[in-house]
């Protein structure tokens, strides 16, 4: 599949079960975003949870930590990350939230779920599902343009946190054949 709201993923992922569709009632529309990581789910769900300190995209690069935030990974309900309330979790496995107040009034109800599946022993795939509501009197530009801003923001966060955990996955090969 291929377009603004479906980037990266396949057919079959796009019909997954997502967390973040119990967090939202229907009826609403689906982006879907992944992404192959050449890292460890350990590590590719680390560098998730680094959501909670940055948004890892443009305007932020700058401002985006480059290495793991002590403490960051210790999740609980009800923690912020975006514009999220962390709502469900588990680790190695999803992060998943509903846009807290103030976003809500900005963007509406929307439940998203990060998730980080197995590609073998030494790779994962970021997985994304982002359900926004549909309102009445709100017609579907409105999502549309939703879907394509958050689209080209989203493909560039994902880039980065591949790019990271890729690099930390490298760099611990290389200490593990030091050793």
Not at 29 to 44: E, G, N, Q, W
Not at 91 to 114: C, F, N, Q, S, W
Request: aromatic letters at 8%.
């Amino acid at each position: 599949m291929g377009s603004h709201t479906t980037w990266g993923a396949t057919e079959a992922e796009c019909h997954l079960d997502f967390p973040c569709d119990q967090h939202i009632p229907q009826p609403y529309d689906s982006h879907h975003r992944a992404i192959d990581v050449d890292a460890p789910v350990p590590l590719a769900f680390r560098w998730l949870c680094q959501l909670k300190v940055s948004a890892y995209t443009y305007g932020r690069q700058g401002r985006s930590p480059r290495t793991l935030t002590p403490g960051v990974e210790r999740l609980a309900v009800g923690q912020r990350f975006l514009a999220f309330d962390l709502v469900e979790f588990a680790e190695d496995d999803h992060l998943t939230g509903v846009t807290y107040p103030a976003a809500r009034r900005k963007y509406g109800l929307i439940a998203i779920t990060y998730r980080v599946v197995p590609r073998g022993e030494h790779a994962s795939r970021y997985l994304v599902r982002l359900n926004s509501a549909t309102r009445k009197g709100v017609g579907r530009p409105l999502g549309e343009a939703l879907a394509f801003g958050d689209g080209l923001m989203m493909r560039k966060q994902l880039q980065t946190l591949k790019a990271l955990a890729e690099r930390d996955a490298a760099g611990a090969r290389t200490q593990e054949g030091d050793g």
